[in-house]
């Protein structure tokens, strides 16, 4: 592998197209996020209630060129001032991942400049990081997503081992199945945050699986819970049970984090992935992790969903360590967190 020289003045433009946002950035020195350019496909699969993989892509290609050019007029740059092109190459959707991945190799082809093909999972860790680039390590990461749910010790750039995972769904599809068998709307996440505060989280003591057992979670059993708790008392308050679901989804996720960090003698905590978004685990967290003496690193709201930022934050790493990555890379839908795009 060879390293590649970068600096605090190298510009990396990335995009983002692995699910159903298009996203461009362009990021100096690894952390100074010059533009961050978000284009969401929610209304258009919101009639569906999930994300149509083939209307993705079709959305993909119609928004990347705006949302490209964008990217460089909010950065205030030139084209020419780019000196790294990123795309996340997985894992995400093929036909969706693709469409970013063939764009920014073109750029770069046609430009002369490195391509770096980036990691969505990784790229998630660096949001937290984005924020607080002055975080020690071990940090122990809460990475939780609509399709991902992990306890991960980075131990250093590009330096993970995964400590506990979901043994079935992902946090964020427990909340969007939950939201959508309550009708609360797509997706679920933000309308269950939304509507919890107004509710009590004790009116049902719904279980926390496997609290007491490893690292891993699971929240399929939580979902099919609050599924029979509705059937069989159809007059509950559709309020109480999304606060409810939500305080036993917060607590085992903080509760196994806290003791992944005391494990590992974690130096902070930091939460990543569009469930990062929520309120509840955001303020848990930081009191809970607090009063176990571990700094909660907590990336702004719009670098938990997802967005280019973090991929040219991952990127400007990975080329510091392992040097561009060739033009015959692919889109790898599966990609495992330590993988690195080839
Ligand atoms: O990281 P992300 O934008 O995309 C993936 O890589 O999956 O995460 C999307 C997930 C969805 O399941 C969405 O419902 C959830 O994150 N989410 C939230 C919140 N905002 C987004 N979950 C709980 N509370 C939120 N505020
Ligand atoms: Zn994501």
């Not at 159903?20 to 284009?39: F, P, R, Y």
């Not at 959305?59 to 990347?64: C, I, Q, R, V």
């Not at 130096?267 to 848990?284: M, Q």
Request: glycine residues 10%; proline residues 5%; contains cysteine.
């Amino acid at each position: 592998m060879t390293s590649h020289v970068v600096n605090e003045s190298t510009v990396v433009l990335a995009i983002e197209t692995s699910c159903d946002e298009t996203a461009a950035s362009v990021v100096m020195g690894g952390n100074d996020i010059l533009s961050s350019v978000v284009s969401s496909q929610i209304e258009i699969h919101a009639r569906f209630g999930g994300v149509v993989p083939e209307v993705a892509s079709r959305a993909h290609l119609e928004a990347l060129i705006p949302v490209v050019n964008a990217a460089i007029t909010e950065a205030g740059i030139l084209p020419s001032r780019v000196d790294v092109v990123a795309a996340t190459a997985g894992p995400g959707l093929i036909g969706a991942l693709l469409v970013g991945v063939s764009a920014a190799k073109s750029l770069a082809l046609v430009w002369d400049k490195p391509f770096v093909g980036v990691n969505h999972l990784e790229a998630h860790l660096y949001a937290g990081l984005l924020d607080d680039p002055t975080l020690q390590f071990p940090l122990v990461v809460l990475l939780v997503s609509g399709g991902h749910t992990m306890i991960i010790e980075m131990r250093g750039h590009g330096d993970y081992v995964i400590m506990g995972r979901t043994i079935d769904d992902a946090a964020g599809e427990a909340y969007d199945k939950v939201a959508r068998y309550l009708q609360l709307g797509y997706p679920g996440g933000p309308a269950i945050d939304k509507l919890a505060p107004s509710g009590n989280p004790h009116a049902v003591e719904f279980p926390r699986a496997m609290m007491h057992d490893g690292l891993d979670v699971s929240f399929s059993g939580l979902k099919t819970s609050v599924i029979n708790y509705v059937k069989k008392n159809p007059d509950v308050s559709n309020v109480d049970v999304a606060a409810s679901f939500q305080a036993a989804v917060v607590d085992v996720l903080c509760a196994k984090t806290i003791r992944a960090a005391q494990k590992v003698g974690a130096k902070g905590i930091v939460l990543g992935g569009g469930v990062s978004a929520n309120s509840l685990l955001r303020s848990e967290m930081t009191a809970r992790g607090a009063a176990a003496g571990f700094p909660v690193a907590l990336p702004s709201r719009d670098m938990c969903t997802d967005n280019a930022a973090m991929i040219a934050a991952a990127a400007w790493h990975r080329l510091a360590s392992d040097g561009p990555t060739n033009l015959s890379c692919g889109a790898y839908p599966n990609l495992k967190l330590d993988a690195v795009p080839r």
